[in-house]
């Protein structure tokens, strides 16, 4: 079994036709109900290339005082417990140490909480500090925040076409409402290949997972046999990287809004390939303040019923992050 590719073009160029805007929109709807993932054919140029080089320099050649001049702290020992680098085995998915590094980047705060202004070094309050850039690596800062402008921009247009995909037409924006300032997030991950030392048969480079969010574009290096999504069947399959698309899945505010009609669907990383590989996801998320509940329509289709109670986006952010870095075996925490 293999993922769809779609083509959303019909949303993003502004001589479409209504025609072609609902038949891209049906072939979404059924790759959301179907899988929660699939692969859009979208480019951004040279762009694409030059941050998964940067985030491979930053890796391979940083220092380990670069690395740990941007490192995520917790707040109270100056970070906001949330934005940062992390070193191997520092990320918690399931209670299970993550094979990979990564940094964390959100939303920027318009005015950063200081947890206490009288002793600023003490950091911030959870997810209200700045973003951390290597500044060492030329271009880096630049380059993601460029990238992830454009990706901001493609997902308010995948929002109007999910809208149109759940029968919204005549009111396109219902989902761009709620997400238009949305607290985005993004990582820019680097994945060691994992040995039988590092625990490789049955150790694992990122757990499995649900995304918290809203809609996750990924963009990764051509590495195949890493990310596997879980398929409706119960099997494992891999979503290798296609040239000229992102691999886009929805997270747990979609299946929220959606009243479950779209799950937010389980996958992983493992990669055992020889090579060190990298993948830049943005997650394309509702506002802080968005409170997410059950569509109207999406409720008729379950006859009515609301299956999920409405939930504030940042709440749920909150809950999410406190549990990447603590580590409770039992708990089951997404990404
Ligand atoms: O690296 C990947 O391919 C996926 C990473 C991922 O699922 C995540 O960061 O949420
Ligand atoms: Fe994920």
């Known amino acids: 079994m293999s993922l769809p590719i779609l083509d959303l073009s019909a949303f993003t160029s502004p001589s479409s036709t209504t025609d072609s805007k609902r038949a891209a929109a049906s072939a979404l709807s059924a790759a959301c109900r179907d899988h929660g993932f699939f692969y859009l054919r979208h480019t951004l140029g040279p762009l694409e290339q030059r941050a998964l080089a940067l985030a491979r320099e930053f890796f391979l050649t940083s220092s380990p005082s670069t690395k740990s001049r941007i490192s995520r702290l917790n707040p109270g020992d100056g970070g906001d417990g949330a934005r940062g680098y992390q070193k191997l085995n520092e990320n918690i998915t399931q209670g299970k140490t993550d094979f990979h590094e990564g940094i964390d980047y959100y939303s920027p705060v318009v005015e950063p909480k200081l947890l206490d202004p009288a002793h600023p070094e003490k950091g911030y309050e959870l997810l209200m500090g700045v973003n ?3 500044q060492e690596v030329e271009g880096f800062q630049e380059t993601f925040e460029a990238f992830w402008d454009e990706l901001r921009k493609l997902g308010d247009r995948v929002m109007v076409a999910m809208a149109w995909a759940l029968g919204y037409e005549e009111d396109e924006e219902v989902l761009l409402r709620q997400t238009r300032n949305g607290f985005w997030s993004a990582r820019v991950i680097g994945y060691p290949e994992l040995k039988k030392e590092d625990g490789g048969e049955g150790g694992i480079s990122c757990g499995e997972h649900s995304d918290y969010g809203c809609t996750t574009f990924l963009l990764a290096d051509p590495t195949p046999g890493a990310l596997q999504v879980l398929a409706k069947t119960g099997e494992w399959i891999d979503a290798d990287p296609i040239e000229g ?17 779209w799950a937010s669907t389980r996958h992983r990383v493992i990669h055992t390939k020889s090579g060190f590989r990298v993948s830049i996801p943005f997650f394309y998320e509702p506002n802080f303040d968005a409170v997410v509940e059950p569509l109207d329509k999406c409720v008729a289709v379950a006859g009515g019923e609301k299956k999920y109670q409405p939930k504030k986006y940042g709440d749920h952010l909150i809950e999410k992050v406190s549990g990447n870095f603590y580590k409770a075996p039992e708990a089951d925490q997404g990404k």
């Open 245 to 261: 698309c992102y691999v886009v899945n929805i997270g747990d505010m979609m299946e929220l809004w959606t009243n479950g009609l």
């Open 132 to 134: 951390l850039f290597p």
